[in-house]
């Protein structure tokens, strides 16, 4: 659709004509390639989500309103993002208005004393994390990495990470926001609605955190996020972080006061006892079985590549010959890092006492191969900034995430080998990276203290050939099949499809309603239905938003 003249007119009213567009060339470079992807992938390796009508970049929360007041008054669909890291950031339908929020990256508060910054969207988290060390203070970064909106990931998306154990994931650390709702009206909770000051995110009365977000956050479908409070924690390190090295092998040399550790395990009992134990206990600064990602067999061999500069990837095969990598491969068959961080020189001491017991009451054992200096120093930059995340294409250029079994630590361990060895039946197909079947990565306590843990099985394929995305689809379909046979229920693989279906864009209605009946609280749906009826009447946002009519 083109606009009309008078309504583009209407648009460029508000935004100025520099920051609107519906050149069809600019409108593509706002496509997500469905196949290409670090979240999604389509039936066919030229898929894209489809072209929007407009694309604006305000630049205040005035101008959003105005916008968003326009797209009722013109029965046009919006879409807001803020650094689209997934194809859940752009429109899953045809001639919607994009909102990139670019423009709006300012840091508007650092409150050193009460622990809190507020943000707009377009601030990322390594912005936010460079001025809150500057302090003494540290932000969660979410999994996704910390090129991405810190906004984005605490009001409409998962926000979950390494430092989940610690300092909390990003629906724990949002105190407030500032929402354009769907209709125009302006929505400010917390304690900024009564007193301008963003301390408290709940009341006074009850939260709207949960309507705010839904399930997952509701992904840019529900109106616009223009401001929010983020709690900041303790950060006892440098201003500054010292890197040094050479691409891809940065590495930080932080006090005495930090360690970075790889734990094994002889059994997933012992590792959930492990974890268990490491949250009554109180450790940790982050915790995360991160380098599972690249696959039980290569995994140690990715990280001597990665912290080696003089290495490539064309070197895999030959370092995965070395038989002191496969022995140390074969000794982290189970295993997660843990940064233990001090505040004083007795807390790490006691830390470190604590680590060694509960590995003592476990069976376990720290890696030592991993606490040589240079892999030692690319861990702790690695966890602490979670810069490294075009890591996740490496080796094909495309992944996606399979089965994900959250929940209790004790119930992902009990069948973490089962979905394992599954994957690796089928990696023997050749359509998926031969990685070991044991791909599962994930943060060790899904909020601050512990709790849960999630176990996404990484599945990495090749986008640009025919043969594997649709051998991915295959498994894909097969993991889900074993998921609803074995009760563990839809996984990872099902739920982020709302990005694919017959046609490569949103999955079909009917499809969609099986995956919401089979949750394990389909009423969270229902509820979501009627929100979007209350707050959104004229249906201005995309699928994304998950919702099941009672019918």
Not at 162 to 174: A, R, V
Not at 213 to 224: H, I, Q, T
């Amino acid at each position: 659709m083109t606009l009309p003249k008078h309504v583009y007119q209407a648009f460029e009213d508000v935004v100025g004509a520099v920051n609107i567009s519906d050149d069809p060339a600019v409108l593509d470079s706002y496509r997500y390639s469905l196949a290409h992807t670090a979240i999604h992938l389509g039936p066919f390796y030229n898929t894209y989500t489809p072209r929007g009508a407009a694309v604006l970049l305000p630049g205040s929360a005035k101008e959003v309103q105005a916008i968003v007041k326009l797209c009722n008054k013109y029965r046009i669909k919006f879409k807001a993002s803020s650094t689209f890291w997934s194809a859940q950031g752009y429109p899953s339908e045809e001639d919607t208005i994009q909102l990139d929020m670019r423009r709006m990256d300012r840091i508007l508060e650092l409150d050193e004393k009460n622990m809190f910054a507020v943000v707009e969207p377009g601030v990322i988290g390594a912005t936010l994390q460079a001025e809150a060390m500057k302090v003494g203070l540290n932000t969660h970064i979410p999994g996704s990495g910390c090129s991405c909106s810190v906004l984005a990931s605490a009001t409409s998306y998962f926000g979950s990470g390494p430092s989940n154990l610690y300092g909390g994931c990003y629906y724990d650390n949002l105190l407030g926001l500032e929402w354009v709702m769907p209709t125009g009206e302006i929505l400010r909770t917390g304690s900024v609605n009564s007193t301008g000051s963003w301390f408290c995110g709940e009341g006074p009365g009850p939260s709207m955190k949960g309507v705010a977000r839904g399930f997952l956050g509701a992904k840019g479908s529900m109106g616009v996020f223009t401001k929010c409070a983020i709690k900041l924690f303790a950060w006892p390190g440098p201003k500054t972080l010292p890197v040094e090295g050479v691409i891809p092998a940065y590495k930080v040399s932080l006090p005495e006061t930090f360690r970075a550790y790889t734990l094994a395990f002889p059994s997933w009992k012992a590792w959930a006892d492990a974890a268990h134990l490491i949250w009554d206990t109180g450790i940790g600064y982050l915790a995360h079985r991160q380098f599972n990602m690249f696959g039980r067999d290569l995994k140690f061999a990715m990280v001597k590549i990665l912290t080696d500069p003089t290495k490539t990837l064309g070197d895999l095969e030959e370092v995965l010959a070395d038989p002191e990598v496969q022995r140390i491969t074969k000794q982290s068959e189970r295993d997660f890092q843990i940064i233990l961080v001090g505040m004083t020189a007795r807390d790490i001491a006691w830390q470190d006492a604590a680590l060694d017991e509960i590995l003592n009451r476990t069976d376990g054992w720290k890696v030592e191969a991993m606490n040589v200096p240079e892999i030692h120093d690319w861990v702790l930059l690695y966890l602490i900034r979670l810069g490294h995340k075009n890591l996740n294409l490496v080796f094909s250029g495309g992944y996606d995430g399979a089965f994900g079994l959250l929940g209790a630590m004790d119930y992902g361990a009990a069948h973490a080998e089962e979905a394992a060895q599954f994957k690796k039946t089928w990696e023997k197909r050749g359509a998926i990276v031969d990685a070991g079947g044991d791909c599962m990565m994930g943060p060790i306590g899904g909020q601050g203290g512990g709790g849960t843990g999630l176990w996404e099985n990484f599945t990495c394929f090749d986008p640009h050939d025919r043969e594997s995305v649709e051998g991915t689809l295959e498994f894909f379909d097969a993991c889900t099949k074993l998921g609803l046979e074995k009760g563990w229920g839809v996984g990872m693989e099902k739920w982020n499809s709302v990005a694919r279906g017959s046609d490569g864009r949103t999955t079909p209605k009917a499809e969609r309603d099986r995956m919401h009946l089979s949750a394990p609280q389909p009423s969270v749906f229902r509820y979501q239905h009627k929100i979007r009826e209350a707050f959104n009447p004229n249906d201005l946002g995309d699928a994304y938003y998950e919702t099941l009519e009672d019918e």
